[in-house]
């Protein structure tokens, strides 16, 4: 099914937060009062994927940081207010959250949808040069699109991913400069 990727709306909320269900545990789900302070503080980093209809089957949401060496943990917490953290000059793209509806998932939509809402970024902010994020280690879709559009792991923080059952894992940082 052909999709098209375009900027995310506000009209898009309750499509991103079905999908926000249907891609994590819900220890991890983030708030829609998260993804609507996101939407109003960095819109250029928040993308959709809509088929003819207008139907969403993913979403991307990203920041811009100020490029640093190494990476800050404190930067990645769940939650933050992108307000406090995006910086529309800087140079680093911060992918904080994909998902591909489960409908769609494994004929390669996540990995187009990941590469082109980056080349989209990329093509409006020339100043970006590099990208972060952070993974769970068991999300072994996430890490594998990751791998194949050359990103590396440069470090871990510990505890970071709690899951439903109680326990919690590390998150596996990744760069691409
Ligand atoms: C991660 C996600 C967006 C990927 O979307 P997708 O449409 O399934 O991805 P693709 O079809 O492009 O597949 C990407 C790669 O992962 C592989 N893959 C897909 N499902 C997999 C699975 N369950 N286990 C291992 N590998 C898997 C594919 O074979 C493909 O690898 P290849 O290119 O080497 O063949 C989607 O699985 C999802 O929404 N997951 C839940 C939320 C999440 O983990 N988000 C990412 C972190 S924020």
Redesign the pocket.
């Known amino acids: 099914m052909p999709f098209t990727l375009r900027p995310a709306a506000t009209a898009d909320m309750a499509e991103i937060m079905r999908?926000e269900r249907?891609?994590?545990a819900q220890a991890i789900q983030e708030t829609e009062d998260a993804f609507a302070e996101r939407l109003s503080a960095a819109p250029e980093g928040c993308w959709v994927l809509q088929d003819e209809a207008g139907r969403l089957f993913?979403y991307l949401c990203a920041e811009f940081w100020p490029l640093q060496q190494g990476f800050n943990p404190a930067r990645f917490a769940r939650n933050h207010a992108a307000a406090d953290t995006h910086a529309p000059d800087g140079e680093e793209v911060y992918?904080?959250?994909?998902?591909?509806?489960?409908a769609?998932?494994?004929?390669?939509?996540?990995?187009?949808?990941?590469s082109d809402a980056l080349s989209e970024m990329f093509a409006r902010h020339p100043r970006l040069r590099s990208t972060i994020?952070i993974?769970?280690p068991e999300?072994?879709?996430?890490?594998?699109?990751y791998r194949?559009e050359g990103f590396i792991e440069i470090g871990e923080i510990e505890s970071y991913f709690a899951s439903d059952n109680g326990q919690h894992l590390p998150a596996i940082v990744m760069r691409r400069n």
């Not at 769609?104 to 990941?114: P, S």
């Open positions: 999908l249907a891609g994590f993913g992918v904080s959250s994909m998902v591909i509806d489960p769609t998932r494994g004929t390669g939509w996540g990995r187009k949808l990941f994020l993974v769970n999300w072994l879709a996430a890490r594998r699109i194949a």
